[in-house]
Antibody, heavy 123, light 111 residues
Framework: QITLKESGPTLVKPTQTLTLTCTFS??????????VGWIRQPPGKALEWLAV???????RYSPSLKSRLTITKDTSKNQVVLTMINMDPVDTATYYC???????????????WGQGTLVTVSP | QSVLTQPPSVSGAPGQRVTISCTGS?????????VHWYQQVPGTAPKLLIY???NRPSGVPDRFSGSKSGTSASLAITGLQAEDEADYYC???????????FGGGTKLTVL
């Protein structure tokens, strides 16, 4: 059974850096074709894809946020870390990590998802 | 403004059939990229409902089905049940953006 759980601060100030950790079980990020992604959802709004990291350390970022995001993995700890610099109130959202299943031609799909963690950006 | 366009809301009575559209363009669905669908019950994380256009993960009732044609995809739900009340999102890939993209979401209300 695959499970993921996000952890990190619930409140950050504008201009600060956000660091979120996704701790997972039930799979290994050293296994071929495995990936972990991050997706966020502002309150009452739609899902937005942020980044994904693959077993071979390949990384992909949302073009609109690429300059602010860094995704890394620690295979030994079964963790993926997302860092977002220069936080702004518009970045207030629930941040999800999800297991990426390989298949199809659109980079695969996300299943399952973590429970999410709400991050509020406020002075 | 989402790259994939969904109706903000749909509704139906118990037992009825509803469809949710996901309209893209020639740089995403129209280029043949797969579409996936997620269901999000309020207050919970999204759950995979349909993958690669029309495939259901184990445990998803066959009341849910997906299809794709041209620059659009659709999710159909038959035999509506109260527990189907949720937000539904489509997801694909956009070659112009080189990014995974989500639709704006559709709120399904079971009357």
């Amino acid at each position: 059974q695959i499970t993921l759980k996000e952890s990190g601060p619930t409140l950050v100030k504008p201009t600060q850096t956000l660091t979120l950790t996704c701790t997972f079980s039930g799979f290994s990020l050293s296994t071929s074709r495995v990936g972990v992604g991050w997706i966020r959802q502002p309150p009452g709004k739609a899902l937005e894809w942020l980044a994904v990291i693959y077993w071979d350390d390949d990384k992909r970022y949302s073009p609109s946020l690429k300059s602010r995001l860094t995704i890394t993995k620690d295979t030994s700890k079964n963790q993926v870390v997302l860092t977002m610099i220069n936080m702004d109130p518009v970045d207030t959202a629930t941040y999800y990590c999800a297991h990426r299943t390989s298949g199809g031609n659109a980079g695969g799909w996300f299943d399952p998802w973590g429970q999410g963690t709400l991050v509020t950006v406020s002075p | 403004q989402s790259v994939l366009t969904q109706p903000p809301s749909v509704s139906g009575a118990p037992g009825q059939r509803v469809t949710i559209s996901c309209t893209g363009s020639n740089s995403n669905i129209g280029s043949g990229y797969d579409v996936h669908w997620y269901q999000q019950v309020p207050g919970t994380a999204p759950k995979l409902l349909i993958y690669v256009n029309s495939n259901r993960p184990s445990g998803v009732p066959d009341r849910f089905s997906g299809s794709k044609s041209g620059t659009s995809a659709s999710l159909a739900i038959t035999g509506l049940q109260a527990e189907d009340e949720a937000d539904y999102y489509c997801q694909s890939y956009d070659s112009s953006l080189s990014a995974r993209v989500f639709g704006g979401g559709t709120k399904l209300t079971v009357l």
